[in-house]
T-cell receptor, first 114, second 109 residues
Framework: IAGITQAPTSQILAAGRRMTLRCTQD?????MYWYRQDLGLGLRLIHY???????GKGEVPDGYSVSRANTDDFPLTLASAVPSQTSVYFC?????????????FGPGTRLTVL | GQNIDQPTEMTATEGAIVQINCTYQ??????LFWYQQHAGEAPTFLSY??LDGLEEKGRFSSFLSRSKGYSYLLLKELQMKDSASYLC??????????WGAGTKLIIKP
């Protein structure tokens, strides 16, 4: 693994189903983030984690949950998917102790909820 | 509320210069970022400004005026591969990034 990976690449999901989007980074970054990107809108933060074992709510957390059991993994779970959660989801990570603390992004997961 | 404004779309000619503006109103300021995002891909980091002035990095430069809540990204010697969306983001008082909707830059030969 080099950098940050996400799985699946894309998914079509029936409304009401449970879904977990996976995110793994190998850069030993302390902070990780989940965003959704919708046409005409900026990236919106769903949840974040500043260090393993801690998580926080972003701008649009409703309907989503996260966990951070270790440094590398930061899964995002939709407990009961709804059509308004159709979006492109990006996971990102950053080293808050280094440089500008810029965020590095995974390739994204395109999710369609029908 | 917090707000980042940038033009939705701009068109420029290959070899020319283009300036993409960004204005912001946020609760606190801890730096401004520019990212590039090609269609269907992830955003990638371009530049960072935290003090007033110009930061130059090759063909790309970024300017910041904190008193005016204003930044611009300047792209010189445009190439076709520069066709992408350019995202402006401000780190607020909670150290979270607030993102603009992005400017889609179309380069014509």
């Amino acid at each position: 693994i080099a950098g940050i990976t996400q799985a699946p690449t894309s998914q079509i999901l029936a409304a009401g189903r449970r879904m977990t989007l996976r995110c793994t980074q190998d850069m030993r970054h302390n902070a990780m983030y989940w965003y959704r990107q919708d046409l005409g809108l900026g990236l919106r933060l769903i949840h974040y984690s500043n260090t393993a074992g801690t998580t926080g709510k972003g701008e649009v957390p409703d309907g989503y949950s996260v966990s951070r059991a270790n440094t590398d993994d930061f899964p995002l779970t939709l407990a009961s998917a709804v059509p308004s959660q159709t979006s492109v989801y990006f996971c990102a990570s950053s080293d808050q102790l280094a440089g500008h603390n810029e965020q590095f992004f995974g390739p994204g997961t395109r999710l369609t909820v029908l | 509320g917090q707000n980042i404004d940038q033009p939705t779309e701009m068109t420029a000619t290959e070899g020319a210069i283009v300036q993409i503006n960004c204005t912001y109103q946020t609760s606190g300021f801890n730096g401004l970022f520019w990212y590039q995002q090609h269609a269907g891909e992830a955003p990638t980091f371009l530049s960072y400004n935290v003090l007033d002035g110009l930061e130059e990095k090759g063909r790309f430069s970024s300017f910041l005026s904190r008193s005016k809540g204003y930044s611009y990204l300047l792209l010189k010697e445009l190439q076709m591969k520069d066709s992408a969306s350019y995202l402006c983001a401000v780190r607020d008082s909670n150290y979270q990034l607030i993102w603009g909707a992005g400017t889609k830059l179309i380069i014509k030969p």
